[in-house]
């Protein structure tokens, strides 16, 4: 798996403001911004980012999987500790 299909799956099955993805071969990063994580807790949101990855880990393409999440008004404070 490529790191373009992994950001053109997500990008395919959520509405993002912004979308940062490292993938060395085996594990996968995904920073994922948008509104419409503030209702949701730090599970949900989780799910929700990693549901369209689910095929690709479960054949072993993706072997771990970091997630983090935040609103615009989140990243905006935190982006220069998370990138």
Do not use: Y
Request: charge should be negative; proline fraction near 1%.
């Amino acid at each position: 798996m490529e790191l373009s299909e992994i950001e053109q799956l997500l990008k395919d099955a959520l509405t993002l403001d912004e979308l940062h993805v490292t993938f060395d071969g085996s594990q996968c990063k995904v920073i994922a911004v948008a509104d419409m994580f503030g209702d949701m807790s730090r599970v949900k949101r989780q799910q929700l980012v990693s549901a369209p990855l689910a095929s690709a880990i479960r054949d072993n393409k993706i072997h771990a999987l970091t997630v983090k999440t935040f609103t615009n008004e989140q990243w905006q404070r935190d982006k220069l500790f998370n990138m």
